[in-house]
Protein backbone atom coordinates (compact mmCIF):
# COMPACT_ATOMS: atom_id res chain seq x y z
CA UNK A 1 0.00 0.00 0.00
CA UNK A 2 1.56 3.51 -0.89
CA UNK A 3 1.96 5.93 1.71
CA UNK A 4 -0.99 7.73 3.30
CA UNK A 5 -1.73 10.87 5.62
CA UNK A 6 -2.95 8.50 8.42
CA UNK A 7 -1.56 6.58 11.19
CA UNK A 8 -2.51 3.61 12.78
CA UNK A 9 -1.29 3.89 16.05
CA UNK A 10 -3.22 7.32 15.88
CA UNK A 11 -6.16 5.60 14.92
CA UNK A 12 -6.25 3.05 17.56
CA UNK A 13 -5.57 5.85 20.07
CA UNK A 14 -8.75 7.86 18.98
CA UNK A 15 -10.79 5.28 20.54
CA UNK A 16 -9.91 7.29 23.84
CA UNK A 17 -11.23 10.15 22.87
CA UNK A 18 -14.26 9.61 21.06
CA UNK A 19 -17.20 9.28 23.52
CA UNK A 20 -17.85 5.64 24.01
CA UNK A 21 -21.73 6.31 22.76
CA UNK A 22 -20.16 6.64 19.36
CA UNK A 23 -18.13 3.56 19.41
CA UNK A 24 -18.88 -0.32 18.45
CA UNK A 25 -21.63 0.01 16.46
CA UNK A 26 -23.38 -2.79 15.53
CA UNK A 27 -22.62 -5.24 13.37
CA UNK A 28 -24.61 -7.73 12.39
CA UNK A 29 -25.22 -10.65 9.50
CA UNK A 30 -29.24 -9.57 8.25
CA UNK A 31 -30.46 -12.69 6.61
CA UNK A 32 -33.51 -11.82 4.90
CA UNK A 33 -31.29 -8.72 3.11
CA UNK A 34 -28.87 -11.71 2.47
CA UNK A 35 -32.03 -13.88 0.78
CA UNK A 36 -33.16 -10.93 -0.89
CA UNK A 37 -29.75 -9.90 -2.34
CA UNK A 38 -27.71 -13.00 -2.91
CA UNK A 39 -25.15 -12.80 -0.84
CA UNK A 40 -24.00 -12.43 2.97
CA UNK A 41 -24.99 -9.00 3.68
CA UNK A 42 -23.71 -7.78 7.52
CA UNK A 43 -24.69 -4.43 8.77
CA UNK A 44 -22.82 -1.70 10.01
CA UNK A 45 -24.92 1.02 11.96
CA UNK A 46 -23.72 3.85 12.19
CA UNK A 47 -27.13 5.71 13.23
CA UNK A 48 -27.76 4.83 16.37
CA UNK A 49 -26.39 7.61 18.70
CA UNK A 50 -26.92 11.47 19.01
CA UNK A 51 -26.45 12.60 16.11
CA UNK A 52 -28.05 9.54 13.74
CA UNK A 53 -24.53 9.45 12.05
CA UNK A 54 -20.73 8.51 12.05
CA UNK A 55 -19.71 11.66 11.64
CA UNK A 56 -19.15 12.19 15.47
CA UNK A 57 -15.84 10.26 15.56
CA UNK A 58 -14.22 12.54 13.54
CA UNK A 59 -15.74 16.30 15.37
CA UNK A 60 -15.24 14.17 18.79
CA UNK A 61 -11.27 14.34 17.44
CA UNK A 62 -11.20 17.71 15.82
CA UNK A 63 -13.37 19.05 18.81
CA UNK A 64 -11.46 17.69 21.89
CA UNK A 65 -7.83 18.61 19.69
CA UNK A 66 -9.43 22.44 19.53
CA UNK A 67 -10.19 22.55 22.88
CA UNK A 68 -6.73 20.95 24.09
CA UNK A 69 -5.15 24.39 22.03
CA UNK A 70 -6.85 27.02 23.52
CA UNK A 71 -9.73 27.94 21.16
CA UNK A 72 -13.18 28.65 21.84
CA UNK A 73 -14.78 28.85 18.32
CA UNK A 74 -15.05 26.67 15.11
CA UNK A 75 -16.74 27.21 11.90
CA UNK A 76 -16.99 24.91 9.52
CA UNK A 77 -19.55 24.15 6.27
CA UNK A 78 -21.99 20.93 6.14
CA UNK A 79 -24.53 18.86 4.10
CA UNK A 80 -26.07 18.32 7.36
CA UNK A 81 -24.67 15.80 9.42
CA UNK A 82 -20.93 17.05 10.00
CA UNK A 83 -22.52 20.11 11.46
CA UNK A 84 -24.88 18.23 13.98
CA UNK A 85 -21.93 16.58 15.27
CA UNK A 86 -19.34 18.96 14.95
CA UNK A 87 -22.16 21.14 16.80
CA UNK A 88 -22.48 18.13 19.64
CA UNK A 89 -18.63 17.50 20.44
CA UNK A 90 -17.88 21.07 20.39
CA UNK A 91 -20.91 21.90 22.56
CA UNK A 92 -19.23 19.56 25.19
CA UNK A 93 -16.46 21.33 25.11
CA UNK A 94 -16.98 24.83 25.41
CA UNK A 95 -16.56 25.70 21.87
CA UNK A 96 -19.17 27.93 19.64
CA UNK A 97 -19.68 26.37 16.80
CA UNK A 98 -20.95 27.70 13.45
CA UNK A 99 -22.12 25.95 10.30
CA UNK A 100 -22.57 27.06 7.17
CA UNK A 101 -25.07 25.04 5.32
CA UNK A 102 -26.90 25.38 1.56
CA UNK A 103 -30.72 26.54 1.97
CA UNK A 104 -31.76 23.46 0.21
CA UNK A 105 -29.85 20.86 2.60
CA UNK A 106 -32.98 18.48 4.04
CA UNK A 107 -34.72 20.57 7.14
CA UNK A 108 -34.35 17.97 9.47
CA UNK A 109 -30.98 18.21 9.41
CA UNK A 110 -30.81 22.12 9.72
CA UNK A 111 -33.18 22.14 12.50
CA UNK A 112 -31.24 18.77 14.18
CA UNK A 113 -28.04 21.35 13.86
CA UNK A 114 -30.07 24.47 15.42
CA UNK A 115 -31.56 22.12 18.23
CA UNK A 116 -27.75 21.39 19.08
CA UNK A 117 -27.13 24.73 20.02
CA UNK A 118 -24.91 25.80 16.79
CA UNK A 119 -25.09 28.64 14.99
CA UNK A 120 -26.68 28.32 11.50
CA UNK A 121 -26.05 30.84 8.38
CA UNK A 122 -27.38 29.38 5.25
CA UNK A 123 -26.49 29.73 1.51
CA UNK A 124 -27.80 30.01 -1.69
CA UNK A 125 -26.58 27.32 -4.11
CA UNK A 126 -25.01 24.16 -3.21
CA UNK A 127 -22.41 22.86 -0.40
CA UNK A 128 -19.44 24.06 -2.46
CA UNK A 129 -21.07 27.57 -1.83
CA UNK A 130 -21.44 26.84 2.03
CA UNK A 131 -17.82 25.77 1.83
CA UNK A 132 -16.37 29.40 0.25
CA UNK A 133 -18.73 31.24 3.01
CA UNK A 134 -17.21 29.18 5.94
CA UNK A 135 -13.62 29.49 4.56
CA UNK A 136 -14.16 33.33 4.56
CA UNK A 137 -16.50 33.68 7.92
CA UNK A 138 -13.39 32.08 9.20
CA UNK A 139 -10.63 34.36 8.38
CA UNK A 140 -13.25 37.32 8.80
CA UNK A 141 -13.47 35.86 12.26
CA UNK A 142 -9.91 34.66 13.24
CA UNK A 143 -11.19 31.17 14.39
CA UNK A 144 -10.34 27.59 13.21
CA UNK A 145 -12.27 26.37 9.81
CA UNK A 146 -12.32 22.40 10.61
CA UNK A 147 -12.59 20.88 7.12
CA UNK A 148 -14.23 17.29 6.41
CA UNK A 149 -12.02 15.26 4.90
CA UNK A 150 -8.98 17.66 4.46
CA UNK A 151 -8.40 17.54 8.22
CA UNK A 152 -6.87 14.48 8.99
CA UNK A 153 -8.84 13.98 12.35
CA UNK A 154 -12.10 13.96 10.14
CA UNK A 155 -10.47 10.38 8.18
CA UNK A 156 -8.95 9.20 11.74
CA UNK A 157 -12.43 9.10 14.12
CA UNK A 158 -14.34 7.45 10.21
CA UNK A 159 -11.31 4.93 10.25
CA UNK A 160 -11.90 3.95 13.99
CA UNK A 161 -15.16 1.89 12.10
CA UNK A 162 -12.20 -0.09 10.17
CA UNK A 163 -11.13 -1.25 13.82
CA UNK A 164 -14.69 -2.54 14.29
CA UNK A 165 -15.14 -4.07 10.98
CA UNK A 166 -12.04 -5.64 9.99
CA UNK A 167 -12.09 -9.70 9.86
CA UNK A 168 -13.41 -12.40 7.93
CA UNK A 169 -14.91 -10.30 5.25
CA UNK A 170 -15.13 -10.24 1.39
CA UNK A 171 -15.76 -6.86 0.69
CA UNK A 172 -16.93 -3.73 2.40
CA UNK A 173 -18.83 -1.11 0.73
CA UNK A 174 -18.54 2.34 1.89
CA UNK A 175 -20.35 5.77 0.72
CA UNK A 176 -18.06 8.47 -1.41
CA UNK A 177 -18.47 11.93 -0.64
CA UNK A 178 -16.14 14.31 0.21
CA UNK A 179 -13.35 10.70 0.87
CA UNK A 180 -12.97 11.24 5.35
CA UNK A 181 -14.88 7.50 5.95
CA UNK A 182 -13.92 6.10 2.43
CA UNK A 183 -10.07 6.73 3.29
CA UNK A 184 -10.22 6.12 6.69
CA UNK A 185 -11.98 3.09 6.78
CA UNK A 186 -10.23 1.76 3.57
CA UNK A 187 -6.93 2.29 5.23
CA UNK A 188 -7.47 0.36 8.32
CA UNK A 189 -8.91 -2.59 6.30
CA UNK A 190 -5.94 -2.66 3.63
CA UNK A 191 -3.49 -2.32 6.51
CA UNK A 192 -5.13 -5.44 8.94
CA UNK A 193 -7.06 -7.05 6.42
CA UNK A 194 -5.74 -6.57 3.10
CA UNK A 195 -7.53 -9.77 1.44
CA UNK A 196 -10.87 -7.39 2.03
CA UNK A 197 -12.16 -5.89 -1.15
CA UNK A 198 -12.65 -1.99 -0.49
CA UNK A 199 -15.42 -0.63 -2.86
CA UNK A 200 -16.68 3.13 -2.67
CA UNK A 201 -19.81 4.21 -4.00
CA UNK A 202 -21.08 6.91 -5.14
CA UNK A 203 -24.38 8.55 -6.95
CA UNK A 204 -24.08 9.33 -10.73
CA UNK A 205 -25.76 12.34 -10.20
CA UNK A 206 -22.23 13.37 -8.19
CA UNK A 207 -19.79 11.43 -9.40
CA UNK A 208 -16.67 14.01 -8.58
CA UNK A 209 -14.46 12.03 -6.30
CA UNK A 210 -15.40 8.27 -7.86
CA UNK A 211 -14.26 9.78 -12.18
CA UNK A 212 -11.02 11.21 -10.04
CA UNK A 213 -10.18 7.83 -8.59
CA UNK A 214 -10.60 6.34 -11.98
CA UNK A 215 -8.35 9.04 -13.60
CA UNK A 216 -6.18 9.29 -11.07
CA UNK A 217 -6.64 12.94 -11.20
CA UNK A 218 -8.73 15.66 -9.50
CA UNK A 219 -12.01 15.70 -11.86
CA UNK A 220 -14.32 18.64 -10.94
CA UNK A 221 -18.43 19.12 -11.82
CA UNK A 222 -20.82 22.19 -12.41
CA UNK A 223 -23.77 20.16 -10.88
CA UNK A 224 -24.63 17.76 -8.74
CA UNK A 225 -27.94 16.40 -9.12
CA UNK A 226 -28.98 13.33 -6.61
CA UNK A 227 -31.47 12.61 -3.76
CA UNK A 228 -27.98 11.67 -1.45
CA UNK A 229 -27.27 15.02 -0.48
CA UNK A 230 -24.49 13.66 2.23
CA UNK A 231 -21.99 12.52 -0.91
CA UNK A 232 -23.27 15.91 -3.11
CA UNK A 233 -19.75 17.47 -3.53
CA UNK A 234 -18.44 18.73 -6.82
CA UNK A 235 -14.38 20.01 -6.00
CA UNK A 236 -12.64 16.65 -4.52
CA UNK A 237 -9.31 17.91 -2.30
CA UNK A 238 -5.84 16.66 -4.12
CA UNK A 239 -4.39 14.81 -0.26
CA UNK A 240 -7.80 12.86 -0.10
CA UNK A 241 -7.87 11.60 -3.36
CA UNK A 242 -3.95 10.60 -3.19
CA UNK A 243 -5.24 8.53 0.46
CA UNK A 244 -8.31 7.13 -1.70
CA UNK A 245 -6.20 6.08 -4.53
CA UNK A 246 -4.18 4.08 -1.84
CA UNK A 247 -6.27 2.47 -0.22
CA UNK A 248 -9.40 1.71 -2.78
CA UNK A 249 -9.55 -1.16 -4.46
CA UNK A 250 -12.89 0.34 -6.90
CA UNK A 251 -14.82 3.12 -7.33
CA UNK A 252 -18.31 2.75 -9.11
CA UNK A 253 -21.34 4.97 -9.74
CA UNK A 254 -24.95 3.81 -8.97
CA UNK A 255 -28.67 5.40 -10.33
CA UNK A 256 -31.20 7.00 -8.34
CA UNK A 257 -33.31 4.08 -9.16
CA UNK A 258 -31.21 1.81 -7.10
CA UNK A 259 -30.29 4.35 -4.28
CA UNK A 260 -34.36 4.38 -3.44
CA UNK A 261 -34.26 0.54 -3.95
CA UNK A 262 -31.96 0.66 -1.26
CA UNK A 263 -33.36 2.55 1.27
CA UNK A 264 -36.80 0.28 0.80
CA UNK A 265 -34.86 -2.89 0.99
CA UNK A 266 -33.23 -1.51 4.49
CA UNK A 267 -36.68 -0.62 5.53
CA UNK A 268 -38.05 -3.63 4.54
CA UNK A 269 -35.98 -6.76 4.90
CA UNK A 270 -33.52 -4.67 7.73
CA UNK A 271 -36.05 -2.35 9.40
CA UNK A 272 -33.54 0.44 9.03
CA UNK A 273 -34.65 4.16 8.05
CA UNK A 274 -31.98 5.59 6.42
CA UNK A 275 -31.05 8.40 4.46
CA UNK A 276 -29.99 8.38 0.92
CA UNK A 277 -26.45 8.34 1.46
CA UNK A 278 -26.61 5.05 3.95
CA UNK A 279 -27.80 2.92 0.90
CA UNK A 280 -25.37 3.39 -1.12
CA UNK A 281 -24.03 0.19 -0.51
CA UNK A 282 -27.32 -1.89 -0.96
CA UNK A 283 -27.79 0.08 -4.43
CA UNK A 284 -24.00 -1.37 -5.56
CA UNK A 285 -25.47 -4.91 -5.07
CA UNK A 286 -28.84 -4.14 -6.60
CA UNK A 287 -27.00 -3.14 -9.88
CA UNK A 288 -23.82 -5.82 -10.00
CA UNK A 289 -25.83 -9.03 -8.17
CA UNK A 290 -23.21 -11.23 -9.95
CA UNK A 291 -19.90 -9.49 -8.72
CA UNK A 292 -21.14 -9.85 -5.18
CA UNK A 293 -23.40 -13.62 -5.52
CA UNK A 294 -22.25 -15.82 -2.55
CA UNK A 295 -19.95 -13.43 -0.85
CA UNK A 296 -19.56 -11.75 2.36
CA UNK A 297 -20.08 -8.66 2.49
CA UNK A 298 -20.66 -5.41 4.65
CA UNK A 299 -22.09 -2.02 4.22
CA UNK A 300 -21.88 0.78 6.48
CA UNK A 301 -25.17 2.42 6.82
CA UNK A 302 -23.57 5.66 8.24
CA UNK A 303 -26.63 8.26 8.41
CA UNK A 304 -30.29 8.45 9.00
CA UNK A 305 -31.43 11.97 9.50
CA UNK A 306 -33.75 12.38 6.42
CA UNK A 307 -37.00 14.24 5.63
CA UNK A 308 -40.03 12.20 6.91
CA UNK A 309 -41.96 13.71 4.10
CA UNK A 310 -39.26 12.74 1.17
CA UNK A 311 -38.70 9.44 3.13
CA UNK A 312 -42.50 8.54 2.37
CA UNK A 313 -42.28 9.56 -1.11
CA UNK A 314 -39.07 7.86 -1.93
CA UNK A 315 -40.21 4.19 -0.24
CA UNK A 316 -43.64 4.35 -1.05
CA UNK A 317 -44.18 1.18 -3.22
Keep these: MAATRLDLARIRAARQVIDPIFLDTPL ?9 LGCTVSVKLETANPVRSFKARG ?3 VASLLADQGHTAVVCASAGNLGQALGWSGRRRGLDVTVVASRGAPAAKLDRIRALGAELELVDGDFERARERAANLARQRGVRLVEDSLDIETCEGAATIGLELAGSLDAVLI ?9 GVGYVLKTLSPQVEVICVQP ?8 SWHE ?4 TTDATDTIADGVAGRYPIPAVL ?3 LAVADDAVLVDEAS ?4 MRLLLERAGLVVEPSAALG ?3 ILEDRDRFAGRHVATIVCGGNVDLSAYHRWVRP
Excluded: H, K, S, W
Design 28 to 36: YECDALGRE
Design 59 to 61: TEL
Design 204 to 211: LGAPAMTR
Design 282 to 284: VAA
Design 242 to 244: DDL
Design 175 to 183: ALGGGAMAT
Design 216 to 219: RRVV
Design 259 to 262: IVAG
